[in-house]
């Protein structure tokens, strides 16, 4: 079975910084596009930043120059480094990737269980 961990969510003061993990882990064949996402109260789901395999970056207007996305290749891992955070910044972080299994034609859209980050002003 596949599965995206996240940590690194917290309660963090406005101006401060927090770093989130995902990895992924299971009988994977290889990990394409890896991003993050974010959910508040009331409010749909959004794309925060992604990766892709060839180092492909896209990040929100709203996170730009705030925000770092990365990844280690070797441990199926994607971060997210969040810097200068905003009150608006709180949500619910959901990592997401696409995971192609062995022997599969096609990838597999996953989901993390999401991570909370508050952000007090």
């Known amino acids: 079975q596949v599965q995206l961990v996240e940590s690194g969510g917290g309660l963090v003061q406005a101006g401060g910084s927090l770093r989130l993990s995902c990895a992924a882990s299971g009988n994977i064949f290889s990990v394409n596009t890896m991003g993050w996402y974010r959910q508040a109260p009331g409010k749909q789901r959004e794309l925060v930043a992604s990766?892709?395999?060839?180092?492909?970056?896209n990040y929100s207007d709203s996170v730009k120059g705030r925000f770092t996305i990365s990844r280690d290749n070797a441990k199926n891992t994607v971060y997210l480094q969040m810097n200068s955070l905003k009150s608006e910044d709180t949500a619910l972080y959901y990592c997401?990737?696409?995971?192609?299994?062995?022997?599969?034609?096609?990838?597999?859209?996953?989901w993390g269980q999401g991570t909370q980050v508050t952000v007090s002003s």
């Open positions: 990766v892709a395999t060839g180092d492909t970056i």
């Open positions: 997401n990737a696409d995971i192609r299994l062995p022997f599969r034609a096609s990838d597999n859209n996953i």
